[in-house]
């Protein structure tokens, strides 16, 4: 029992960072139906980008928030220059376009930052908290409260604010939103400035706990992207769920199956749950009159 617990305190941290991430990837398909596989590079560019910041001389919460400041301009320069100019093309070729992006960013960040292995300090303290014969460390906690808060904020933004219900509008009918006075260029340019946003706060969470390189964003964006088609592609409280689940999975399959097979049974997850529910667990089927 112990051990299952162990096994699930570490599946709630690292599908916090797959929720995020995925987050992401719900924004961004709301807002312009593209699938956008630079997400991952978000991550590594935020956390990278506060690592160095730091041995220039700034302090950590500094250096966290010109991070995040840093990696929405970067998603910021991908819709103005990559998407924006690409407005009259097919999806799958938006799509395309965001894969070399992903290519783009990560040979810049092998110029800039080096192959090496980089980390941030913890938080808080480091030391272990007990929770029976379970251990948990205080930056768990944090990844954990962190995620709860930014997607109750993401939540009340879409909710409640006047820009949020725009980009919704956005969303489900471009045309209609243009004609009642919505910019929807504007719309989409801070879409994908907070879905740059969230995985830069992703990676500053998650890099005191795993370290950070200029490739770790691939598996991060995939398993984000896995998340959100998991939980059901567009639904944001879904690619949340998404993340959680795939982050549980993957750490108890790992503990009592094989760490090997890690990845493996998640998808397999997946797969069982899309083969039963094509559209996500939270997704809504759709339904095509002939």
Request: glycine share 12%; net charge positive; proline share 3%.
């Amino acid at each position: 029992m112990d051990q299952l617990l162990q096994f699930l305190i570490s599946g709630l941290t690292v599908g916090s960072i797959y929720a995020l991430v995925a987050l992401g990837f719900s924004i961004i398909y709301n807002a312009s139906d593209v699938v956008n596989f630079a997400q991952g590079e978000f991550v590594m560019i935020g956390a990278m980008s506060a690592i160095f910041l730091m041995k220039a001389g700034l302090s950590y919460p500094f250096a966290a928030l010109l991070a995040i400041a840093i990696t929405a301009g970067v998603g910021l320069a991908l819709e103005k220059f990559a998407i924006e100019p690409a407005k009259n093309a097919t999806v799958v070729s938006t799509i395309i376009i965001t894969i070399g992006a992903s290519i783009f960013l990560r040979g810049a960040a092998l110029l800039i930052w080096g192959k090496e292995i980089y980390g941030l300090p913890p938080f808080t303290s480091n030391n272990p908290i007990k929770i029976g014969n379970a251990t948990i460390l205080p930056q768990n906690l944090w990844v954990m409260m962190g995620t709860a808060v930014t997607v109750l904020a993401v939540k009340y933004f879409f909710d409640r604010t006047r820009m949020g219900k725009a980009i919704l509008a956005c969303s489900y009918n471009k045309k209609a939103a243009y004609l009642v006075g919505i910019d929807v260029k504007k719309m989409l340019l801070v879409a994908y400035g907070l879905s740059a946003a969230l995985g830069s706060a992703a990676g500053l969470l998650v890099t005191p706990i795993t370290f950070m390189s200029y490739g770790a964003g691939v598996m991060l964006g995939l398993k984000g992207f896995c998340a959100a088609i998991l939980g059901g592609m567009g639904n944001s409280m879904g690619a949340v769920l998404g993340g959680i689940l795939l982050g549980i999975v993957e750490t108890v399959g790992a503990g009592f199956i094989s760490s090997g097979y890690k990845d493996a049974i998640a998808f397999f997850v997946i797969l069982l749950v899309l083969f039963v529910k094509p559209s996500g667990i939270l997704g809504k089927g759709e339904t095509e009159r002939v």
